[in-house]
Structures are given as structure tokens and as C-alpha cells.
């Protein structure tokens, strides 16, 4: 089988994490590498049999907490695709609800002799905790507001495939950043390969002291700015975030009527952008809240190969933290 | 109980200005002299050659967690880390289970005490029933049964009518109440300060505000009825300056801090670091300089520790489910003495002043300094001997501090309490 498995042993000489917890504490170098592993792995998925046998004998446990369907079947696929054997591992029928702790669920599956967990929670900072106590590796799946490193990998992933190079690049994310792990793991992504990155959304869904995110030397992180317009204006991609309908009640938003008319994006607002900015969202998409169904279905949005290299990004992720030999020493 | 003598200690007692080589001599429990040269005349000696002898240290703010949480901390456990710390005298606060809002649980708390009899234990009572903010406890039954303030502490008092209330009515006892100072609508959520670390992990923040608007609200109310607030564990450079303001217009208005937040800033929270979560949060450098300066000004008159004992696997936890809080009192004089004294910030009077009488005065009690004919409450220090924080050692049963590790200066070499060695 053509596989390119010389190009993944130079690739995981670079890798030596356990855990891929996010991307604040990634090198640039460490990110290149996991985007230049997925980009091999990418093939992979439009073969006619779509497997290998990478992770033979691997268990991968997709320990999601939070529900969530789209980010737990492209793990899911991504395992198989490597031949793990994956267990998933849903908030209805995980013994928390019940009363047991994180690190008690953990001790158990590990008792189980589990490989890799990838973690989904809606409180911050639980795969951290889960690294510190666990020997498997640990993937974050989306931990609350703090990070969601394979969402903003797969972002990159999607913007270099498009336009060729993330440095340099402008990039303006915009909606509910306060409560946006996609948008943490972003600022850290790009802002390390060399993106200039603006927030953008009302004051109220902007935390406090986000301009100081981000790695950039000598200079401010991102730039935030309340107006969509300059936020459009010279933008090379949008990310757009999706508004969860709780702002409303929580005061942060009037309504989502009127987060549309000040922030969503419409093609008669893309008139002003650059003729060839891609327009981006991690899904589900609010239709008519933050993005009109003619601009995520029209020619800029790269939406659907998104979740595409989503696929690939996970492959990478799971083949690099697990170690993994070469496959040529696998197959023997 | 036979006698004592105390020889050849450096004695340190603010409340009498005294600051020198003294002999203190110990009959039946009480000082009996205290002169620069005792003859033994048959008392046992204890050489205190080298160490600081000051009065032992008072505590207005410990969580004891009995009755309802021994598995956190009990009475007993909670009386020898006091007294591994220094402390002969602890305050302990209402929230327990059930809480402390009538007299069966004041007086279970004193007998406890009293049988254990490591140092003495003081309760605070609740202010509302259920400490649920809605109907005033009965204020005279909880004075009588030996409470020397009430608070609703884990809890503000968030009703300005009922504070008004309160504050008016216990003019009468002539005793404090101790506001623990946040707007629960503007903290609503939060587990840490909201700043710069919050937005990095994604955690939701309590903003200074929320504690100052309380502040400003307690001061205000505190001056329409003359009633006396004492906020509880200041955290933010504003409401430092609220109490200054205040205090300089009259207002009966005390205050305290704890060791923790006059050493440490929200970047211990670090990656998650739940030893760090405590609320009020650990706010920022600016706040931290604002506390300190309130202590060498006298804005903040005293140090309490908040010992807030949780288990393990309590804290073993994600930052949100965490429970807030430090166990404080076995650190509080080693990090008062690393962050204050060893700077050059407060001297070591003015340490153990924040630390003893003026403690002692705000409880109304007549501990916190040496004279003669008191209790012999007293604490021996090796100023300057070293110490690494090891959690695991402590006496209490809450090992969640976030100085563990820590190397710090100055160890408690003994503690009498009524003239009984009660450290060791």
C-alpha cells in the first residue's frame, strides 16, 4: 500500500508530548509538525479501503463528557481509520452522573489498559487534570472556554490547503469569543505561525485582556476591535463562532436578532471583503444568527472541508501521541 | 500546675509597646512577671535563648468544618494545626452543618473545644437562619452563648435591608459583624479573578468589583446606623481604599486580610492549579501592593487565615468543581514573615500586633498580649530557621495549600496555652 511512511518517521521524531492539551504550549515547529503529518494521512480517506494499520492493537477511549457528535465521529473515524479499537464513552452513561469523580473514571479505564483517551468537558481544564493523574495520552477534545487544539488545527490545516501560507495572512474571528475555546486555540495557532489575528464581537462577549494573548513578538497579541466592518475589511478568512441562544438570557446579547443586525455576517456585508477571503466556522451552524445560509453555502465558505481535514488533523494527533512505530516495522 | 520560667527570649508585645530581652515567669497558668533577669526558684525553665516569646497568636477566621464536614477538618484536628501555627486562639465560623445560627450548635462547638483542649475555640454565629440571608438569627441568644461577632461568611449578606437590620440591631452587643464582601450577582460563576489568566484558561471571572461594591454598600450602611462592619479577607485594592476613605470619616469599620492574598497573585492559578482557587480570588500584583500598603498604614488592622480545610480528592478536581479555599493556619506566620517581614515591610512587632491584640480587641477578647495576671497564651519563634512546606505533615486534615513546597522562614519552636505546652 502506498503509505508515506517515511515522511511520518521524520515527523515523530519531532513529537514528544504524551498529550496534545492545546496549542498555547505547542512550538510553532511542534504545530507545523502535526499539520505536515496530517497532510500525509489525508490521502488515506479517499481510498477505496480507507484503513491502516497504523494503530493495530491501540485502544483509544472517546471519553466525551459534554455531547457532542461531530468532533466524537471524526475521533471516532479517524481511530478506525487507524485501526484502533475505540470505545465511546457518552455523559449518559458514564458513571459521573452518578456521582463518581474524573479521576475515578480515569483510574478505571486505565485499569482497562487503555492507550489514548480524548477527553471532551465542558469544564475547563479537565484534560489538564486527567494528564497530571493518567499514563495513557491525553487528546482535549474541547475543555469549556480554554482550548480545542484540533478544531484550531484543523483550521490551519484548512487555511494552508487554501491559501497556501497562515503567515502573514489577516484573520479576523468574530462572535462570542469570551466563551469560545475554538477561539483560544486559534489566537495561540495562528498568532505562532504568524497570523495577524482581530476579535471581533460586542464588549460584552469580549474577555477582558484578550489583546495580551497570543505570541507575537514585541508587540500586542490581537487587535480587538466592536466593529464588524473593519473587522471584514482586509480579512483574508473569517471565522465565524456560533452563538449559543444562553448569551441572551446570561445579558451578554439583547437577542440574537440584534447580534445578526450588529454581527452577522451577510453577503451584502461581504461586499467590502477581499474577493477571495474564506469564510470559516467550526459548526453547528446558527443559519440566520451568525452566518446567512447564502454566505455558508456560497463560494467562500470552506465550512465542509473543514470537517474534512478534521479527519486527517485527528489521524496525526492520535498517531503522534501514541508513539506509534513506522508502519513498515508494524506490518514486520 | 506547677511554675514556669521563660528565659532568655526576645519579648515582643505590641499591645504593652514592649520590644526586648525579657524573662516571663508562668504560675498556675497565668504570667505572674515578666522582668529582664527571673531567678528559677524552682520554676522548670524553658531556654528561650534565640527565639522571639510573643503573645500566641489569634485567629478571627478559621473554618473548623465540625459539625458536618469532619471529613475535612475537625475540631481536634483543627485545634492542633492552630497550634502547630502559633495560634492559641481561633474563631471559628458559622458555616458548618447544621449552622451555627442557634445556641445547640454554639455550645457544641465550645464543649468540643473545651474537650480537647488545645487552644481555645470561639464561634461566630450566623447573622440569618440557615445563613440563607432572609431572617435575622436570634442575636442576644448567640452573644449569650459565648459568639464574639456573627457572620454569614461563604455567604454575603446580600440584602441591603437585612444588612441595614443587622447592622443596627447588634449595636446593642456592642460586638462586630463580619461581612464576607461580595455581590453574589456580579460573582455569579466565577471561580477565579477576571483578568489575564482567567481569559487565557477560559475560566469565568469574579471582577474586583464585586467585592468593592459591597464594600462601598457595608461602609455606607455602617454609617447611616453607626452599627460596626468588619470585612472579612480583603482581596482588592479598591476596597482597601474604601475602608481608608472611611475610617477617616469615622465609620466603625474593621477590617483583615490573609497571608495568602497579601503573598500571592492570580498567577498561582497557573494551569489549573486548584490549591490557588480560594475566594475571594487571588487577585492581581496591583491589588497584592494595595493590601500590603493597607497593613503598614493601619487601614487593615489585622491578618486572619481563612483555613478553609478541604479534602484530596476534593481538590483533585477541574478548576469549576473545585471547592474554594486554602488551609491556612499551619503557613500563615511563615508566609507573613517570607512576604512582610523579611522585605522589611512590617517589623516584627507590627507583625505580631496584626496577628494578636488587635485580633484579640476586635473579638473582644482578652487575649493577645503578656501581661501580668493574664493567661500565659504564649508563643515561641526561631526567627530566623528555615522550613520547606510539606502538606503532608500538616496537622490538619486539609493539606490544599498552594505553598506547598515553599521554603519558608521563622518556625514555631513552642505554644503555651494557659501555661500548658500545647505545640508538641
Request: with cysteine; net charge negative.
Amino acid at each position: 500500500m502506498a503509505f508515506a511512511t517515511t515522511d511520518l518517521t521524520t515527523q515523530t521524531a519531532r513529537w514528544t508530548r504524551k498529550d496534545l492539551l492545546g496549542l498555547r504550549e505547542l512550538s510553532a515547529e511542534e504545530i507545523r509538525g502535526i499539520l505536515q503529518t496530517a497532510g500525509s494521512f489525508r490521502e488515506i480517506s479517499l481510498r477505496p479501503i480507507k484503513k491502516v494499520p497504523v494503530l493495530r492493537g491501540k485502544t483509544v477511549v472517546n471519553l466525551f463528557f459534554e455531547a457532542s457528535t461531530r468532533t466524537r465521529t471524526s475521533f471516532e473515524l479517524a481511530a478506525k481509520r487507524l485501526s484502533a479499537d475505540i470505545v465511546n464513552i457518552a455523559p449518559q452513561h458514564s458513571s459521573l452522573s452518578k456521582g463518581e469523580t474524573v479521576l475515578d473514571t480515569v483510574r478505571n479505564l486505565e485499569a482497562l489498559k487503555v492507550d489514548i483517551l480524548v477527553i471532551r468537558h465542558a469544564a475547563a481544564g479537565v484534560p489538564h487534570l486527567i494528564a497530571q493523574h493518567a499514563t495513557s495520552s491525553v487528546i482535549n477534545a474541547g475543555d469549556g472556554a480554554h482550548e480545542h487544539p484540533t478544531q484550531a488545527l484543523l483550521d490551519l490545516f484548512t487555511i494552508q490547503e487554501k491559501k497556501g501560507r497562515i503567515e502573514g495572512l489577516n484573520v479576523s474571528i468574530i462572535g462570542d469569543i469570551a466563551h469560545s475555546r475554538v477561539a483560544r486555540s486559534n489566537i495561540w495557532g495562528l498568532t505562532k505561525l504568524g497570523a495577524h489575528v482581530t476579535v471581533c464581537g460586542p464588549p460584552t462577549l469580549i474577555p477582558p485582556q484578550i489583546e495580551r494573548l497570543g505570541h507575537v513578538a514585541g508587540g500586542a497579541g490581537v487587535a480587538v476591535t466592536h466593529d464588524l466592518s473593519s473587522a471584514i475589511h482586509g480579512a483574508d478568512v473569517l471565522m465565524l463562532l456560533r452563538i449559543q441562544h444562553e448569551r441572551q438570557e446570561a445579558m451578554l446579547i439583547p437577542s440574537l436578532r440584534e447580534f445578526r443586525l450588529r454581527y452577522g455576517i451577510t453577503r451584502e456585508r461581504l461586499e467590502a471583503a477581499k474577493p477571495d477571503i474564506l469564510i470559516m466556522h467550526p459548526g453547528p451552524v446558527n443559519r440566520g444568527v451568525e452566518l446567512d445560509s447564502s454566505v455558508a453555502d456560497g463560494p467562500f465558505s470552506v465550512i465542509l472541508d473543514q470537517v474534512t481535514n478534521g479527519l486527517a488533523v485527528r489521524m496525526a494527533v492520535l498517531y503522534l501521541v501514541s508513539g506509534a512505530p513506522k508502519v513498515d516495522e508494524e506490518e514486520g | 500546675m506547677g511554675k514556669i520560667l521563660i528565659r532568655g527570649g526576645q519579648v515582643i508585645d505590641p499591645a504593652d509597646q514592649r520590644d526586648g530581652p525579657f524573662d516571663i515567669l508562668i504560675e498556675r497558668g497565668k504570667i505572674a512577671q515578666i522582668q529582664p533577669a527571673i531567678a528559677p526558684n524552682g520554676a522548670t525553665v524553658i531556654d528561650a535563648t534565640g527565639t522571639l516569646v510573643v503573645p500566641g497568636l489569634v485567629d478571627l477566621h478559621t473554618h473548623l468544618r465540625e459539625p458536618g464536614r469532619e471529613d475535612k477538618e475537625t475540631i481536634a484536628t483543627g485545634s492542633a494545626a492552630a497550634a502547630r501555627g502559633g495560634f492559641t486562639t481561633i474563631c471559628a465560623m458559622p458555616n458548618t452543618t447544621p449552622p451555627a445560627d442557634h445556641r445547640g450548635v454554639v455550645d457544641l462547638i465550645h464543649q468540643a473545644a473545651q474537650r480537647c483542649g488545645i487552644v481555645s475555640v470561639h464561634a461566630v454565629g450566623s447573622i440569618t437562619k440557615g445563613r440563607q440571608g432572609k431572617e435575622l438569627t436570634d442575636f442576644g441568644e448567640l452573644f449569650d452563648a459565648g459568639c464574639i461577632a456573627l457572620s454569614d461568611d461563604g455567604n454575603p449578606v446580600a440584602d441591603s435591608f437585612l444588612m441595614r437590620r443587622a447592622l443596627e440591631y447588634a449595636k446593642v452587643f456592642g460586638r462586630p459583624l463580619i461581612q464576607h464582601a461580595e455581590d453574589p450577582a456580579l460573582s455569579a460563576g466565577g471561580v477565579m479573578h477576571e483578568g489575564l489568566v482567567s481569559t487565557t484558561l477560559g475560566l469565568r471571572g469574579i471582577p474586583s468589583e464585586a467585592e468593592s461594591v459591597l464594600v462601598a454598600r457595608d461602609l455606607a450602611l455602617a454609617e447611616l446606623t453607626g452599627g460596626w462592619v468588619h470585612v472579612a479577607h480583603l482581596s482588592s485594592g479598591a476596597s482597601v481604599e474604601l475602608i481608608r476613605q472611611a475610617k477617616r470619616r469615622g465609620v466603625h469599620v474593621t477590617c483583615e486580610v490573609t497571608p495568602h492574598h497579601v503573598a500571592l497573585t492570580h498567577e498561582a492559578v497557573g494551569t489549573f492549579e486548584t490549591r490557588a482557587k480560594v475566594n475571594p480570588p487571588l487577585r492581581t500584583e496591583q491589588d497584592r501592593l494595595a493590601l500590603v500598603e493597607g497593613l503598614r498604614d493601619g487601614t487593615i488592622d489585622c491578618i486572619a487565615t481563612d483555613h478553609a480545610p478541604h479534602t484530596e480528592w476534593e481538590k483533585d478536581a477541574d478548576f469549576d468543581s473545585a471547592p474554594f479555599g486554602i488551609s491556612g493556619l499551619e503557613t500563615a506566620l511563615g508566609v507573613c514573615v517570607e512576604t512582610l517581614v523579611k522585605p522589611g515591610l512590617l517589623t516584627w512587632s507590627q507583625l505580631i500586633e496584626k496577628l494578636s491584640i488587635n485580633p484579640a480587641r476586635i473579638a473582644g477578647l482578652e487575649c493577645g498580649t503578656l501581661g501580668v495576671g493574664r493567661e500565659a497564651d504564649l508563643t515561641l519563634i526561631d526567627p530566623i530557621a528555615q522550613w520547606t512546606v510539606d502538606s503532608q505533615r500538616f496537622a490538619s486534615k486539609g493539606r490544599n495549600t498552594p505553598f506547598a513546597g515553599r521554603t519558608l522562614t521563622s518556625v514555631v519552636v513552642r505554644v503555651l496555652r494557659h501555661g500548658v505546652e500545647v505545640s508538641r
